[in-house]
């Protein structure tokens, strides 16, 4: 299957503790992002990655902290110095060469819930 | 910089009333506009987008938007809603050829369907 593989789709995480959400695609894509969704919020970009071995912040990188070691993954780990972490989780890819549109598509989803 | 606004939080119309969402965003240079949907607990799924050309996008389930330049609204429509139109629709303005900046969301809008 090609797509978007985003696990765990659930976690609870206890506070002080570091958490890895695994973000796997097989389009060979090579821009990859994290969005935290709110309720009533919308989608905030959390990090993004060009390519292999570079990534940047984007507007809620605090707390967080993510790798770009292979074109296919993206993992983003949700830090104890994240101060409110429970939201759901996306994670999306976008075809960097596509001249027509430069669409962006979306995993599943993963829940983060901090008990 | 680029920015979406969805003027309403929450929509709802009767199953076969016709529907439109609205959108404005807020960007210097020809916006690549997206309208995405996404079922609770799910990622989001793309129904349509515009880069250039007609400004009428057709999509899929039914539903097409609007690019209309001076008024700096993309709406979404649908002839018809059915039940499983029941969603939250995201619209969003995305990185063009010379912007590496990541897509815009708007807040979104709720669309109940009532029998």
């Known amino acids: 299957d090609g797509g978007i593989t985003q696990s765990p789709k659930y976690l609870f995480r206890k506070e002080g503790q570091n958490v890895t959400l695994s973000c796997e695609q097989n389009l060979n894509h090579d821009a990859m992002y994290w969005y935290r969704q709110d309720p009533g919020q919308g989608l905030r970009l959390i990090y993004y990655s060009q390519i292999v071995n570079d990534f940047q912040k984007g507007d809620i990188a605090e707390g967080y902290s993510v790798s770009r070691e292979k074109k296919e993954s993206f993992p983003l780990t949700v830090t104890s110095a994240q101060k409110n972490p429970t939201a759901f989780y996306l994670c999306a890819t976008r075809n960097t060469g596509d001249p027509y549109g430069n669409t962006i598509y979306f995993g599943e989803g993963s829940w983060l819930t901090v008990v | ?115």
Not at chain 2, 20 to 45: H, I, M
Not at chain 2, 70 to 76: A, H, I, K, R
């Open chain 2, 1 to 115: 910089a680029q920015s979406v606004t969805q003027p309403d939080i929450h929509i709802t119309v009767s199953e076969g009333a016709s529907l439109e969402l609205r959108c404005n965003y807020s960007y210097g240079a020809t916006p690549y506009l997206f309208w995405y949907v996404q079922s609770p607990g799910q990622g989001l799924q793309l129904l349509l987008k515009y880069f250039s050309g007609d400004t009428l996008v057709q999509g899929i389930k039914g539903f097409e938007a609007e690019f209309k330049r001076s008024q700096s609204s993309f709406n979404l429509r649908k002839p018809s809603v059915h039940w499983s139109d029941a969603a939250e629709y995201f619209c969003a303005v995305g990185p063009n050829l010379y912007n590496n900046n990541d897509m815009r969301f708007g807040a979104g809008t709720r669309l109940t369907v009532k029998p």
